[in-house]
């Protein structure tokens, strides 16, 4: 069941894509175009839109009475619905990447105040602690936005707003966010997910962190067959209600977002979430093994195939990646295919070129193709469909480093467009991933990252002295370990030349 579509690409026609506008690849070999690949739920961020973009997939919402989301959070139709939030269809996907959606269900995970704002302590404004009624919300670069900026987080401009949130829970009861926005301040409409600690059903009550739920048993509503009863043995649970004072006065309770992972009276199953157990090898061999994530236990086969040259030793704690396959049980996943959904490449810049005969683009010599699983949008903001990607645009790009025949590229998850960027320099770039070759000789012509080779000589390396800062890249280059560079650099009449050099640690930490 390979998916031919992962090595498709968005055909830009006349040098342009138009933001909202994504193009359905055919499949090639295989089952051909129209085969049923598989029938059950597909559980994602939304990329997309013109149908809904869901793991790859774009899902056909016409059969859905005035295409209905099933929601209590508001999102009642599919255009309430944004990039980025994650959204549980139910329905059809086959071979050519085009599916047919029957349900659309989605959840917020959280929704109410912040309380604390905290930049990524390295300094290196790779991510954003956000907490919102207690709960440690992990807000980076491809998380989408709207109604703030991730620079405006950043600066911790935004204490004290109102977020909706959806996030995938991690290993430690933390989150991981898809989509945040602002909203209006409402404390007698929140919603808390979280772990569960301190039950007291003589008093009615249980902790979340540090917020008090009170509950009337009479009155509130338990949801997914959860009783008074189970209260004490759940690990986390989501509660809905008013806020004062660090009380929650609860209306309903509810398993977590797990349940958006249950299985239905289908077999198959495409989620993206993050690992929350890492791979474990069962007997002496490599394979068969098995991970967890959103709850469930993914077993891997021999036949599993491992997409975005993923190892078995990648998937640790806290990857996201997305997983295709069918149940086993309740709670056991046979996957059939795994693929990367964490970003491990980055390039900010202009656009130069656009070849619309092979659909890559290219920004500061690095070629990006985008792929149905590609979410675009402006800092910020919506995504608009009168705003173009033409060459001169400045864009940021988060994605997965790859290769084929032609070379090295990234396939992008994330395009966003910077509405500033006017009278920037377009011969200036940044870009982040791992380093392919460096010179062992600090006098000859430099190093290549991302399939961009580009001069060092005139470099500043991070650290106290320049010479003892590329030894130790080097070193660590030549004795075989991964080492991820952070470089500043220019596009000159002699070529591309690094202006400042920093190494990245290889973690999400």
């Known amino acids: 069941m390979k998916r031919q579509l992962r090595n498709c690409v968005f055909w830009l026609a006349a040098g342009t894509v138009a933001f909202g506008i994504i193009s359905a690849c055919g499949g090639s070999g295989g089952g051909g175009l129209g085969v049923a690949r598989g029938t059950g739920f597909s559980v994602g961020p939304v990329s997309g839109f013109g149908s809904v973009f869901v793991n790859g997939v774009e899902f056909s919402t016409e059969g859905i009475p005035n295409r209905i989301v099933e929601s209590n959070d508001g999102i009642t139709t599919e255009g309430a619905l944004s990039e980025g939030m994650i959204l549980r269809v139910q329905g059809e996907w086959r071979e050519d990447g085009q599916g047919t959606a029957e349900k659309l269900g989605y959840d917020d995970t959280l929704r109410g105040p912040i309380n604390l704002l905290e930049s990524d302590p390295s300094g290196a404004g790779e991510f954003v602690a956000v907490t919102v009624m207690g709960q440690k919300v992990r807000v980076d670069r491809q998380t989408i936005i709207r109604g703030t900026t991730f620079t405006s987080l950043l600066g911790g401009a935004d204490a004290g707003e109102h977020l909706r949130v959806s996030a995938w829970r991690q290993a430690d009861g933390s989150y991981r966010a898809g989509y945040i926005a602002t909203i209006s301040p409402d404390l007698s409409d929140v919603e808390l997910e979280g772990s569960v600690t301190e039950v007291s059903e003589d008093l009615n009550q249980f902790a979340i962190g540090t917020i008090t739920v009170e509950y009337d048993e009479d009155n509130v509503v338990f949801g997914s067959g959860l009783t008074e009863a189970d209260l004490s043995s759940a690990k986390a649970l989501e509660v809905e209600g008013s806020l004062a004072d660090g009380v929650l006065t609860a209306i309903s309770i509810d398993r977590d977002d797990s349940r958006r992972f249950a299985r239905d009276n289908s077999g198959d199953i495409e989620l993206t979430a993050a690992i929350e157990a890492p791979y474990a090898a069962l007997g002496s061999g490599d394979r068969p093994g098995e991970f967890t994530m959103g709850g469930l236990t993914i077993r891997v086969t021999t036949a599993t195939e491992l997409e975005s040259g993923l190892a078995l030793s990648d998937l640790t704690t806290d990857l996201l990646v997305q ?32 070849d619309s005969a092979t659909g890559p683009l290219e920004v500061g010599g690095v070629t990006v193709r985008m792929t149905p699983l590609t979410t675009l949008v402006r800092d910020g903001d919506s995504a608009q469909a009168s705003v173009a990607l033409v060459s001169g645009t400045r864009v940021e790009i988060e994605g997965v480093e790859k290769s084929d025949a032609s070379g090295v590229y990234i396939e992008a998850l994330k395009v966003e467009v910077d509405n500033d960027a006017g009278g920037d320099d377009v011969n200036k770039f940044e870009l982040e991933g791992r380093l392919q070759f460096i010179s062992q000789n600090p006098a000859a012509n430099g190093l290549s990252i991302l399939g961009l080779t580009m001069s060092d000589l005139g470099a500043e390396y991070d650290g106290e002295d320049k010479n003892t800062a590329r030894e130790a890249i080097v070193s660590a280059f030549y004795a075989s370990e991964t080492v991820i560079l952070e470089v500043e650099y220019s596009n000159t009449p002699s070529g591309f030349v690094a202006d400042e050099i920093e190494r990245e640690e290889d973690d999400n930490d």
């Open 323 to 354: 997983v295709e396959g069918n149940f086993l049980s309740n709670t056991v996943v046979e996957a059939e295919e795994i693929s990367l959904r964490e970003a491990n490449a980055r390039v900010k810049g202009a656009i130069g070129t656009i």
